[in-house]
């Protein structure tokens, strides 16, 4: 494995760096701002014109798009190539919109690219990699543990050319902006099916007869306007059969080809969060004194300053081994890979903010400093796209297999889970 930076790669950090310290870091209070005066004006989700403004600034400089691996609709990146880049993104928790690479908007991009009809891709997937529109991703329920998928009970019932859809959705990631046109719907066309053949996807416009979004869902009492993560009710919604993605029955097959770039692109986005927190915390501990001696000089600091370091080089390197897994193996046979990384970057980000916290004394927890909100974001993501308990269930599993006969082996499953 060689995870030198290409040519191609190193110009696109070079740029990406130049951009935030132009334009990301120095705005980082400004957005917030904004939001907050939305909010006072009595419409917290509505889009911020700082957003808009610096997405054409990033076209223009040519940082639009860089996610899509295998595709000539993106910039041609590997995943071991777009790594470094969205480590940078991740830096800054809104900062990935700005250059059309935040969830959940590239993992429905990838998933109607691969799995969408040419019909589906003109009408959905052009307007979201032009960043004119939005979309959502509705999993997750809050009447049963939806950590095992095939509890959903969203219903997707055939009738002539149309499927009619009942269901009560949450955590739908993207579904407060207003610019939100299209969810992807996970549900049960078949529940009589083999466990696994019962769920099917199928592409939702927002404005749909029938569709009620019934409120925001706060994490850590960040509402996360104008994105938000939304209670959703579906009633005799009613979409084109042609709006089926793939197929009946194979929503778990889409499921795997969703979440495995998705929770890759999270752990990016986590090492470079938990590496902005470490450098924080340098700065401030060598600003701060107490006991007569700048707190970095305190050995429990340094003691931490240390771990820290260790912790996101080693989230750092597994995660690039799995993206060069993807790249060379394919999703499927990286799947240890992706459930190992999937537990080890949520919780080594939440440790090195919590400690960057400590360091900052009581300021860290207020919103004059990042850290506060970006724990918030990385403690969701001990859930989002599965918990760690089944990812560990999973990893458990497939060292299991190694020792087993392979009749038994080739029936251990990975399971897919979102929240």
């Given amino acids: 494995m060689n995870f030198d930076y290409t040519p191609k790669v190193q110009a696109l950090r070079e740029k990406l760096l130049a951009f935030f310290d132009e334009h990301i870091y120095p705005n980082e209070h400004a957005f917030y701002a904004e939001i907050a005066q939305n909010r006072q004006d009595g419409n917290a989700w509505q ?12 076209r223009n400089a040519g940082l639009w798009n860089l996610f899509l691996p295998d595709s000539v609709r993106g910039a041609g990146l590997s995943n071991l190539e777009y790594a470094p880049l969205c480590e940078i993104m991740g830096r800054v928790p809104w900062a990935p919109e700005v250059f059309n690479c935040n969830a959940p908007d590239t ?6 690219e691969r799995y969408g009809s040419e019909e589906n891709k003109r009408e959905w997937l052009e307007p979201l990699l032009q960043g004119h529109i939005r979309s959502a991703f509705l999993m997750t329920e809050p009447e049963v543990a939806s950590s095992d998928a095939t509890n959903i009970q969203t219903s997707i019932v055939r009738d002539g050319d149309y499927y009619v859809i009942n269901g009560h959705k949450w955590w739908s990631s993207g579904a407060g902006d207003p610019r939100c046109k299209i969810y992807i719907v996970m549900g049960k066309t078949d529940p009589d099916a083999p466990r696994h053949q019962q769920q099917s996807m199928i592409l939702v416009p927002a404005d749909a007869t029938g569709i009620t979004v019934r409120r925001p869902l706060s994490v850590f009492g960040y509402d996360d306007a104008p994105h938000g993560h939304m209670e959703i009710t579906l009633e005799n919604v009613r979409v084109p ?16 080809g969703r979440l495995g770039p998705g929770r890759i692109h999270h752990c990016m986005r986590l090492i470079g969060l938990a ?4 450098e924080l915390m ?3 501990s060598l600003q701060r004194v107490a006991f007569g001696k700048p707190v970095a000089m305190q050995g429990v600091t340094q003691e931490r300053i240390a771990e820290a370091r260790c912790m996101i080089e080693q989230a750092r390197l597994l995660t690039l081994k799995t993206a060069y897994m993807m790249d060379t193996v394919g999703n499927k046979s990286a799947r240890g890979e992706i459930a190992m990384i999937k537990v080890v970057a949520p919780n080594m980000a939440c440790q090195v903010i919590d400690w960057a916290i400590q360091a900052h004394g009581a300021g860290g927890i207020s919103d004059d400093f990042p850290l506060a909100y970006a724990y918030a974001s990385a403690r969701t993501l001990r859930f989002a796209d599965g918990p760690d308990e089944v990812h560990r269930n999973a990893i458990a599993k497939l060292e299991l297999a190694r020792y087993m006969e392979p009749g038994a082996a080739a029936r251990v499953e990975t399971p897919v889970t979102r929240v």
Wanted: aromatic share 2%; hydrophobic share 40%.
């Fill in 275 to 278: 590496e902005r927190a470490l």
């Fill in 282 to 284: 340098c700065k401030r």
């Fill in 107 to 112: 993992g429905n991009m990838e998933t109607i």
């Fill in 47 to 58: 889009p911020t014109q700082l957003i808009e403004e610096l997405k054409q600034k990033a």
């Fill in 241 to 256: 059969a042609a709006n089926m993605l793939l197929g009946e029955g194979r929503g778990f097959e889409i499921a795997q």
